[in-house]
């Protein structure tokens, strides 16, 4: 495993994701990835998985320092009072006595994001939580968030992929000495039949999938977060760090832009700030 280093914390390149993973599938899975040396599991309150994760990782019976556990504020805990409470509930759903990173998984039109990392910096002062960072979050959004908060903030988790350009967040985050994680990394299964992403995998013997991954981790500053569930989809994307791609290969995955519908689907985060649910 790789790491990155960024504000004296130590964040594994590659993590797990666990979205729509729940019940005992959601356990083994954590459980088998973390006794293959993944070190990085992300989860969230809207998951509904948090106890499932829990079990997993009390399973895996690993040193608590050697993890690296991240959570979600749902969109109805963004009031002061909710953040406290629903914090310390999934703390005792993940079994743990703090998370490493503390997300406000999408911003609310209706909530302050101040009043959100007020209670959240309460936290972290007093240790629940070890870091702090938003999801979904525009340019512009993620930087108001850094100015409100006293604790500064070390990721903007967006949708990231080969058919979705964020190069303008991923030109704030170096600036700013953030990370950009990366979640749906695969585009929820196309690049398994992109051509491009499969002539450059026959190159150096990896897959499609592999090659995608690649591509996000040798970015400065981008961590990503695959879901998997079985061992060989593990071991597979756990496969990314004993090859590098061309300057030129890089190139030409950044200029991939996927088909209407991919594109379509691009578009659904920013639908989903606007609506004040």
Request: some cysteine.
């Amino acid at each position: 495993m790789e790491y990155l280093e960024i504000k004296d914390v130590r964040i594994p390149k590659l993590g797990l994701g666990t979205w729509k993973n729940t019940g005992e599938t959601c356990t083994r899975t954590v459980q088998t990835a973390l006794e293959m040396g993944y070190r990085h599991v992300d989860t969230a309150q809207m998951y509904g998985n948090e106890s499932a994760v829990g079990e997993g990782i009390a399973a895996a019976n690993i040193t608590r320092e050697d993890l690296f556990l991240t959570t979600k504020l749902s969109r109805s805990n963004l009031r002061r009072d909710d953040v406290h409470a629903s914090v310390r509930d999934s703390l005792d759903k993940l079994g743990v006595e703090y998370v490493d990173l503390l997300l406000i998984h999408w911003p609310h039109p209706r909530v302050p994001v101040a009043e959100t990392l007020d209670a959240m910096n309460e936290l972290y002062e007093k240790g629940l939580v070890k870091n702090l960072g938003v999801s979904n979050f525009t340019r512009s959004q993620f930087q108001q968030a850094m100015q409100v908060s006293d604790v500064p903030l070390i990721t903007d988790q967006v949708l990231y992929h080969p058919y979705s350009d964020r190069s303008q967040l991923r030109n704030f985050c170096t600036d700013t000495d953030t990370v950009l994680t990366a979640y749906s990394p695969l585009a929820r299964g196309d690049v398994l039949s992109d051509r491009l992403l499969k002539e450059i995998g026959k190159r150096y013997e990896k897959t499609a999938a592999q090659v995608a991954i690649r591509w996000l981790i040798q970015q400065d500053g981008v961590i990503a977060i695959p879901k998997a569930t079985s061992r060989d989809h593990l071991a597979d994307n756990l496969a990314v760090f004993d090859f590098s791609l061309s300057d030129g290969e890089m190139a030409e995955i950044e200029d991939l832009t996927g088909n209407y519908r991919i594109r379509l689907r691009n578009q659904l985060p920013s639908l989903v700030r606007r609506i004040p649910f």
